[in-house]
């Protein structure tokens, strides 16, 4: 469990980034920081593997602060995943991903073993291993950061906006296979986006953000969508609009459920008990209650 009690950053030049920010991160889980540029995202996953220092405050991973210890040794134990990969251009494929063992005095033939099984792991074919990054696309680019994230097994992952730089279509493939990766490894996963459907999709916790990373709301995303906090949250979810503004229309053959532009979006189920049993599913989606709905 990761902890932020009345965290604060403000940076040298003045700048207010975060104020009084206090949140447990459950294990196991993952919680997405979702809000508006200059929020205050960043800042915030930053502080948990110290690339940040708070100004006040504490950060602590299962009840041990972060400030305590030597940050460098905390960094090679939080796995760190960011936009445009951050891969070392002139490190092959595979000596990207085994960098941080390699930090932690892993002899270079048992590193490169582990980072072969990395990108099986991934999804990425092992004759990419040879490849510099300039070699590969957008999205292979990506998942070999993700791969040197999870390379030393790390408990917790950090992925500050890893999927914005790709095309929507790798980016729905690469969302799909995060979600595949995190029911087969179990991490602490906390995820950066300005993009709520992003939020929605991988979440178990979402936490709306906004300036100086004041929490407008946080909860599942069924807990959000049901029950928007307020005017702010309500308009950024965009619970009045789009895919999410869906009303019933009744056809010859049962009910269906189309969206704010009139497009059918799927059949809707005739289950009112499983609604009621939904409440005490926090990770259902709504999207579970429709039949054929293909997802954000
Ligand atoms: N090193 C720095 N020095 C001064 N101000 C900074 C620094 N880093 C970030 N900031 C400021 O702190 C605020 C929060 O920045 P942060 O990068 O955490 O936001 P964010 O929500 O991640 O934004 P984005 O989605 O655009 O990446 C912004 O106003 C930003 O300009």
């Known amino acids: 469990m990761i902890e932020f009690r009345s965290v604060t950053k403000t940076f040298p030049d003045g700048t207010h980034a975060v104020g009084d920010f206090s949140l447990v991160l459950p ?9 508006s540029s200059g929020c205050g995202k960043t800042t915030l996953l930053r502080m948990i593997n110290r690339m940040v220092e708070p100004t006040s405050g504490d950060v602590e991973i299962d009840g041990e602060s972060v400030l305590g210890g030597d940050p460098v040794a905390l960094r090679r134990r ?11 251009p002139h490190f092959t494929v595979l000596d990207n991903v085994a960098t941080v063992l390699r930090l932690t005095g892993v002899g270079k033939r048992e590193a490169h073993e582990r980072a072969r099984t990395m990108l099986d792991t991934v999804g990425l074919d092992q004759h990419l291993a040879d490849r ?24 917790i992952l950090l992925m500050d906006e890893p999927f914005g730089a790709v095309d929507p279509i790798v980016r729905a493939d690469l969302q799909q296979e995060l979600i595949r990766l995190q029911s087969e490894l179990d991490k602490t996963v906390v995820f950066v986006t300005h993009d709520i459907d ?19 709301q946080v909860g599942s995303p069924s807990e959000i969508i049901e ?9 950024f979810i965009g619970a009045e609009r789009g895919r999410r503004a869906l009303t019933v229309k009744q056809t010859p053959h049962g009910a ?3 969206d704010s532009e009139g497009r059918t979006q799927g059949r809707l189920r005739e289950a009112p008990t499983a609604v009621a049993s939904d ?18």
């Open 132 to 155: 510099y990054p300039s070699q590969l696309s957008g999205g292979q680019q990506q998942r070999v950061g993700v791969a040197r994230g999870l390379a030393a097994d790390p408990n």
């Open 198 to 216: 992003e939020a929605f999709l991988l979440g178990d916790q979402v936490v709306i953000l906004d300036k100086g990373a004041r929490i407008v």
């Open 279 to 296: 409440a005490a599913e926090p990770a259902s989606r709504a999207s579970d209650a429709i039949d054929g709905a293909s997802g954000p």
């Open 256 to 258: 269906v459920v189309v």
């Open 27 to 35: 294990s196991r889980k993952t919680t997405v920081f979702v809000g």
């Open 78 to 88: 939080i796995g760190y995943v960011m936009q445009n990969s951050g891969l070392m």
């Open 227 to 235: 029950n928007p906090a307020d005017d702010f949250v309500e308009a």
